[in-house]
């Protein structure tokens, strides 16, 4: 179960990055993670990747010590999962059955992004980006 949900987390906040609007890329500066904290809280956005609709929202909460909670929001229903990132070259990686995951900090001013790079178990590839959620 723990896996699935590492998977299901994955993909939906690859998705998000891929998606979210509002956040230009070519002015924020990539920013290395060096403690949970650092990200810590609640991010949140559009998901692409997981549906032709594109229509999905996920929210995300990561917690000081690197766990995560999400729930992704899709017009077929509502699922979610939990599980703990780990730190490595200055990202959070996601690891499980049904997928991998990389989460990188951009930030511009006081402007902050996560940017997800994942792939499925199946190949699919999905991205993602979140914002704090306010």
């Not at 999400?70 to 059955?97: N, P």
């Amino acid at each position: 179960m723990a896996k699935t949900a590492v998977l299901l987390c994955l993909v939906a906040i690859a998705s998000v990055l891929g998606g979210c609007a509002g956040s230009d890329m070519g002015s924020m500066t990539p920013t290395p993670i060096t403690d949970f904290k650092a990200v810590a809280g609640n991010w949140h956005g559009p998901v692409t990747g997981i549906s032709q609709r594109n229509d999905d929202w996920v929210d995300v909460t990561i917690t000081p010590d690197g766990k995560y909670d999400f729930g992704i929001f899709r017009t077929i229903g509502v699922f979610g999962g939990q599980g703990t990132f780990t730190l490595k070259d200055g990202k959070l990686e996601l690891r499980g059955e049904r997928g991998t995951a990389t989460f990188a900090l951009f930030q511009a001013g006081a402007n902050r992004m996560l940017q997800v790079q994942g792939v499925l178990s199946d190949g699919r590839q999905v991205t993602a980006r979140l914002s704090p959620k306010s």
